[in-house]
Structure formats: C-alpha cells, structure tokens
C-alpha cells in the first residue's frame, strides 16, 4: 500500500465504471460528456454541508460544489456513517440523482440501501483531495455503460392508496369517487408517517383527473415527478387536488439519445396510434358536440357528465360556435393538446392507466337548477383557516437534508395554503444513551463522534463527568487550555451558524465569508484567532448594516411568553441570564462578563451569536493556546460522576457511572432535547418561509438530541 492511502481508498480504485453510469455504449462523444462532468463536480452533501465543514473539509478546494437538490449533483457525498433512519432517507435522494451518478464516502461506510460506493477514503482534507481527483477520472471513463446495475431498494417500494381532495378521512385502497362529495379520488403513497419521510420510486405511472408532466429523460436518466420533495429538496404547494403526491422512478432501461417532454392529459384528444386502453370514440362525436364544465372550462368531454372537480353538470358546446370559450378553455388547458403521436413510450405500458372518458358517475347529490352541488355541504367537514374559509390541510415534511436546515433533522408542516397550522421537529440521527458498558477511553472517543457540530464541547463534559467520578479536582493549567479550546469551538459553530443562514436566505457572500472563517477558526492557535479579529469585526459590521437580512429577521421566531428551559443562545437573546460559565472558577478568573440581548425573535439570536463570538475571541486571547481535552489520569476507576458544560447551544449536563474502568450508565440532558420542542409553538401561524427562517434560527444540532 501506497504511504498515506488508506486501504478503503486502494480498494475502491479498482472500480472502473460508476455504480450509477447511464445506459450508453461508450463513444468519443460521451467521452466527452464524461469529461464535462467530471470538471464540474455538483455535490449533495449527506448529511448536510455544515457537516462537511464541523469535520473541516473545504470542498471548494477540492473543485466540488455544493448541490441544493438531488437533480442538480452528480456526487452523493456522505460524510461520516449514518443512522438507519438517514440511510433510508440517502436512498430516495440518490434515486432522485440524474445519472450518471456516483457515491463518495468519507470516514465510513456506504449505507447498505445504496450501492458499494464508487470511490472510498478516510475524514480529512488531505483524503478528500484525492478522492476527487479519482472520482473526475472515474466519471470521465465510466460515466457510460452498455448495461448499467440498476437500483432498487425496499424503502422504495410503497403502496399507493386514494383519498378524497375535499375530504382527506375519506381513504380507499382502489380507484373510485367520494360518497360524499362524488370527486374523483386522487393517488398517494400510504404510511405517509413513517420517520424516513415519505418515499416513492414506483415503476408505473398512477394517472387521476388533474393532469402533471412527465419527463422522460432517455439513457436511464430518472424521470421525477415531486410536487414536494419528502426531503425538502423542491416543494411545490399544491392546495385541492394535489396532496402528498410523489414519485421518484429510476427507469435504468430507458433508451434514446435525446431527452424529451410530454404533457400527460387525460382528454387524450391527440393520441393517434395510440393503445391506452380505452375504446375509440365515434368518428361523429369527435367532430360533434362537446361538454365543458361552466366552471372548469379546461374540462371537456364527448359525452354528458358531470364535472369531477367540482360536480357540476357538463354544459353542451359545439366546436366553433363561441369563440370567447374556446379561447378561455386554451388559456387554462394549454398542457393538454400535446401530440403525442410522435413519441416512443418505450418500456411504458399504459394500458393500465385509468384513461376513462366517461365520468357519468351515477352520484346522489343535490343539485339547484343551475347544475351547482351545494359548497356548503362539500366544505362542511373540512378546517376553517383563520379568515374562515374551508380549506383542504396539507401536510409537508421538510428534510432531512433540506437546505437552510440541519441535516438529520426532519420537520414536519400542517400548511393551510402558505400558513403554517401546526409543526413538528424528529431528530433522525437521535443519540441513543442506553448503550452497552465501554471502557472509559472508548466511551469518551465514541461520544465525541456522536456529536460532530460540537465534538469539543462533549469530550470535554465527557473527561470531567469521568474525573469527577474518580474524585478528581479541577488542575487550574489543564482547565485553561480546555476553555480556550471550547470557545474557539463557539467561535467555529457560530460561525457554521451563519454560514447556514445564508443558505437558507441565499445570501451567497455570506455562506462563503462564513465558511471560509469557520475553516480557519477550527485549526487557529491563539495567536492565530487573533490575528482573526479584524475578519470577524468586518463580517459583524456588514451583517448588522445590511437591512434586508434585519428586515428578513426582525420580529421573526418570537417565542411565547413563558417558555420553559431555554439554553444558551436562544436563553440569552431573550434576555435571559443562562450561562454554565458563570459558576466556572476558570471562567471568573478569565473575567468573563455574560451579554444578552433581549427582543428574543431571530434577529436577536442573530446579534446574541456576533456578540459570543467576540466574547470567545476575548476569552482565548486571555486563555492562552486551545488543548483538545484528554482524561487525565485516574487512581479510582470506580464512582458516579457529573459535569455541566456550555455548549455552543446551551448547557449540556452528563451523569455516568463507571465500575472498574468501564461506563455502565449514562444520563445525558442537552440543551437541543429541549430546544426541539419549541418548533411547535415557534411555527404555529406563521407563513411557511417565516416558519421555516424561525426553526433555523434555533440553530438545531439533531445529533444532540437524545433518545
């Protein structure tokens, strides 16, 4: 083995086609796309870029970029392993990549829902520099194949049921029509609870009244059809008809040479040639009359019904006697006279696609003359919005990778229209403390790797929970070095903070200044983060006199009053006085002084975090050099001990108990396990961009979640 290279690194190499190539027998012509590609390498960080640059990896150096969606990358990059719950969720993202696609994997292993990664290597920059460049050579040779490995994987087969646009209790397992409404039953996933988020990546098409695009992307590319993505990656809000309706196909044998796009259009006026299934209809009623709804006039039929969107009667029209109508039914139905003559479905069947021209549906309801079915009586048993209309309530999961929010965390919204009536926040990487007995060593490595926003912080409580088991006192030379290595870890966090922040705003300048910064915080000694002051100063300055970010946060995340057990920052921009430091004799002896803010909104916690920065900045100039806590070494292996320690997001508490050398028990209280249950009132009634700047805005860290 090469010095330097890790063994999965050597391994890995061997490979010279990408596990997720496209179909195509190599050419010089896709040599060249391959080239392309591999010049410009569009990255979907799992589980998030703010865990990429904690670990401190520096991806631009790399020539990698960062991918806000699934379409848009070409490498599943995945740092570090992950939990069960993220590895089903990393299957439907990869799904959802075009390909050719490949898989990178830093400091672990590929899930085992996804293929045997393309190019392996250890968690550091150095590693990461290398395996990009193997990763450009491998697309550039193997992006192609003539038989491509397709994906498949159990989290990806769903069942699909029907439900009711108007009337979401109503859920039948077939097609069909409402009994209380007589609307026509629209296709979702079933389960859409379970933790992963919701996924879909079914091999057939299911067809319903309200037409959707179909993009069929030859050479094996993926055909997506998300009206939300489950993990937040696109989220189109789509009130009445569409709810929860989701697909991600992965047609590994589509093949052609260009891409193309049809309009699916259940009127099917200009399929000629071809077989969906249905009878032909007479020559004479094709050039005959036809019925439009009054109200709906993108709705026409050959024969006399009744509307499936709104149940009224169908109105008869012939062709050419009212131009005023014709032009209107153009405007709403400019997606369905699309021919389709033309077109290859290739490996799609669709005769099994509910393409039913008659929708005479033999429904009782009542109807006034005029053909209207009573609204009061479709609306009766729907929620009121706050201004009193009935609407029909959607729910929406956002995450777990969704830009502008922290990997691993999934949020769920009740949205009524672009009102939010009702959050929740799920931690899918939850630390789980009922763990078997370790040595103590290992307990504190395996903590600290648990917690990769803020591994410091935690093998610090980690070594003071354990000394004090053993009845250690404090040594006043090793303290000093441990605070300056915790708040140089603040200074880094905040720092990732904002760099967050400007993703979810897209405030580019500020996600790149804000990155850049965290980098060189995280590997600084003290004279180095002195010599910082004056970048963080800048940075400060132009983010408090940049009014469009304090009008995008003033006023915005307000807690209610009486909030119980704050933390940390979002304690503190409220003007609480919640600090583990002030009952530190090290601290006191380093003459820290605690600040607050006090408007408690996110605009506050935004100024909270600019002033800790500077008060970190003070305490690690006074501190001396950060040393990366280590145990010290213990005479009593046996005891129950305790620590508190301020965390970048709030005081974190440990007990343990260890018996001869090993941690039997383990009780961990974290400032972000109480935090993640504020997302419900924080997001209650507000619109859904505010909602979404608001859970942001508690910096969230879901591994400090406990189980």
């Known amino acids: 083995m090469e010095p330097g290279r890790s063994e999965a690194a050597v391994m890995s190499e061997a490979a010279t086609t990408l596990a997720g190539a496209r179909k195509g027998r190599p050419s010089i012509l896709r040599r060249w796309v391959g080239q392309a590609l591999a010049r410009n390498l569009s990255c979907l960080v799992v589980p998030g870029p703010e865990v990429a640059l904690a670990h401190g990896l520096d991806l631009a150096a790399a020539d990698m970029r960062i991918a806000a969606t699934p379409r848009d990358a070409t490498v599943l990059l995945i740092v570090g392993e992950l939990s069960q719950k993220l590895d089903e969720a990393t299957a439907v993202l990869y799904a ?9 994997v830093l400091g672990g292993s590929a899930p085992s829902s996804l293929p045997q990664a393309d190019v392996s ?37 769903t069942k699909t049921e029907y439900v009711c646009p108007m009337h979401p209790e109503v859920v039948e397992d077939e097609p069909g029509s409402c009994p209380k409404c007589g609307m026509d039953l629209v296709a979702r996933e079933a389960g859409g609870d379970s933790d992963a988020g919701e996924h879909d990546e079914n091999r057939g098409h299911e067809h319903h009244e309200h037409h959707h695009d179909h993009k069929h992307e030859s050479e094996g590319h993926d055909h997506h059809h998300a009206h939300h993505n489950d993990h937040g990656q696109s989220h189109e809000r789509h009130h009445g008809h569409h709810q929860n309706h989701k697909h991600a196909h992965d047609h590994e044998q589509h093949q052609g040479d260009d891409d193309h796009e049809h309009a699916h259009c259940h009127e099917h006026e200009d399929h000629q040639g071809q077989d969906h299934g249905h009878q032909q209809e007479p020559a004479q009623e094709q050039s005959g009359t036809e019925y439009i709804c009054p109200m709906h006039p993108e709705v026409v039929r050959s024969e006399p019904g009744r509307c499936p969107k709104c149940g009224m009667d169908l109105e008869p029209h012939k062709p050419g006697e009212d131009e005023s109508v014709k032009e209107d039914v153009s405007e709403h139905d400019h997606e369905h006279h699309h021919d389709h003559s033309g077109h290859d479905h290739d490996g799609h069947d669709h005769s099994d ?131 300056a290595a915790l708040e140089r870890e603040r200074i880094a966090s905040h720092l990732g903070w904002l760099a967050q922040l400007g993703r979810q705003l897209s405030f580019v300048w500020l996600t790149r200044r804000a990155a850049a910064l965290q980098l060189e915080t995280q590997r600084a000694d003290r004279e180095q983060l002195v010599a910082l002051r004056p970048a963080l100063q800048s940075l400060i300055a132009r983010l408090e006199h940049t009014p469009l970010l304090k009008a995008r946060l003033k006023g915005i995340g307000a807690l209610p009053h009486g909030s119980q057990d704050l933390r940390g920052t979002v304690a503190r921009a409220s003007g609480r006085t919640e600090d583990a430091r002030q009952a530190d004799a090290m601290y006191r002896e380093l003459g820290f002084e605690m600040r607050a803010e006090s408007a408690g909104d996110a605009w506050a916690r935004l100024r909270q975090r600019h ?49 001869r050398g090993q941690v039997v028990s383990v009780e961990l209280d974290s400032a972000c396990s109480q935090h993640i249950g504020l997302v419900a009132d924080l997001v209650e009634g507000q619109e859904l961009g505010d909602a979404l700047v608001a859970v942001g805005s508690l910096d969230l860290s879901p591994w400090e979640v406990t189980s």
């Open 353 to 483: 696609h509910d393409h039913d021209h008659d929708h005479d549906h033999d429904h009782d309801h009542d109807h006034d003359s005029s053909g209207f079915m009573s609204m009061v009586e479709v609306t009766k048993d729907l929620p009121r919005s706050a201004d009193g209309l009935a609407m029909d309530w959607l729910e929406v999961p956002f995450g777990p990778c969704f830009p502008g929010l922290p990997g691993g965390l999934k949020l769920t919204l009740t949205l009524d229209g672009d009102g939010v009536t009702e959050g929740q926040a799920t931690s899918l990487v939850a630390m789980n403390t009922s763990s078997e007995e370790v040595a103590v060593e290992t307990f504190i490595e395996r903590l600290a790797a648990a917690m990769p926003l803020a591994p410091v912080s935690y093998r610090l409580l980690a070594c003071r929970a354990i000394e004090q088991a053993a009845g250690l006192e404090p040594d006043p030379a090793v303290e000093r070095g441990r605070a």
């Open 96 to 104: 959802q990549m075009p390909r050719p696609r490949a898989i990178l």
């Open 611 to 659: 002033v800790e920065i500077m008060t970190s900045l003070d305490l690690v100039e006074v501190a001396g050099d950060p040393e990366l806590p280590k145990l010290r070494a213990i005479d009593n292996p046996s005891g129950t001990g305790e620590a508190t320690v301020e965390t970048p997001r709030g005081r974190a508490t440990l007990r343990l108990t260890q018996e």
């Open 121 to 157: 290597a250890d968690l550091s920059q150095t590693e990461l520099m290398e395996a990009a460049t193997r990763l450009q050579r491998l697309l550039a040779e193997g992006a192609f194949a003539a038989s491509p490995d397709d994906f498949d994987s159990s989290i990806l087969q």
